[in-house]
């Protein structure tokens, strides 16, 4: 079965609104040939800029987080209304640094996933593990289990909107990237889990993309491996010259 790739830049809390503009105008015009399916998410600030220039193009919109609750009394969280209200149309859940420096837990980003899914958006669901945990042998427990977490209660449906990225947190903005045979074995055993959760069909259709110091020079390496459909950016995100390499990689 034949996924199509999707390449997605996470832009973190990076760039103001004139800078996050400059950036999606180029990416517009450097990637209107592209072949792949793509996403930028900008902060918060810089989403309504970047949504109107990105309008029309085959570049989708992306928010980097989204509220647990629907509205009400939660300062300085952001709802998935107000993302709905700004032309967002996939938000990115359960990113290491959420889990990790934001102490966000399983139970918190599966009630943001079900949340963001009943409002119509896709998930981009990321999971992985930390050094401790690989060097521990834990490597697959933990990303089943927090794939199993992620998605508990979501229908088969639902799934369809979803995309997990496997980020294995020591390959995050470290310059260290996961060999393409490790992050291969993690990705064909998440589609495994997802196999045995919502059948083959499902599992095969699922794009898993690898995330954690993808660069020009090697994203054409990992996206050649049979179950790395894509990736998440950071870093290189923030640049053309070294996203529009990666978006357009053969
Ligand atoms: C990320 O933030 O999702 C990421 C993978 O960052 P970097 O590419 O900088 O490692």
């Known amino acids: 079965m034949s996924r199509q790739y999707y390449i997605a830049g996470n832009w973190k809390m990076h760039k103001t609104r004139a800078e996050a503009a400059e950036l999606a105008k180029t990416l517009v015009s450097q990637l209107k040939d592209g072949k792949h399916k793509y996403l930028v998410a900008p902060s918060f600030t810089s989403l309504e800029t970047v949504a109107a220039i990105v309008k029309g193009s085959n570049i989708l919109l992306g928010a980097q987080n989204v509220a647990a609750e629907e509205q009400g009394a939660h300062t300085g969280e952001v709802s998935v209304l107000q993302l709905k209200d700004l032309g967002v149309q996939v938000v990115i859940l359960g990113h290491s640094e959420r889990r990790h420096t934001y102490k966000e837990d399983d139970a918190l980003i599966n009630k943001k996933v079900k949340l ?17 945990e690989r060097e521990a042998g834990q490597a697959e427990v933990v990303c089943e289990s ?10 088969a449906t639902d799934l369809a909107k979803v995309t997990i990225a496997y980020e294995p947190v020591w390959a995050i903005g470290t310059g260290k990237t996961a060999s393409p045979e490790d992050a291969e074995a993690i990705h064909a055993y998440i589609r495994k889990v997802i196999a045995r ?16 110091s993808v660069k020009p020079d090697n994203a054409a390496q990992l996206m050649d491996k049979e179950n790395i459909d894509g990736a998440l950016v950071g870093g290189a995100a923030l640049k053309p010259d070294t996203f529009v390499p990666i978006a357009k990689f053969a």
């Not at 009943?118 to 992985?128: E, S």
């Not at 927090?146 to 229908?155: A, R």
């Not at 959760?197 to 954690?212: H, M, P, S, T």
């Open 116 to 132: 963001a899914l009943k409002h119509g958006f896709d998930v981009i669901l990321c999971i992985g593990e930390t050094l401790e």
């Open 146 to 155: 927090q794939t199993l977490w992620g998605l508990s209660s979501v229908s």
């Open 197 to 212: 959760l919502y059948g083959e069909d499902a599992a095969q259709k699922l794009v898993i993309q690898y995330g954690g």
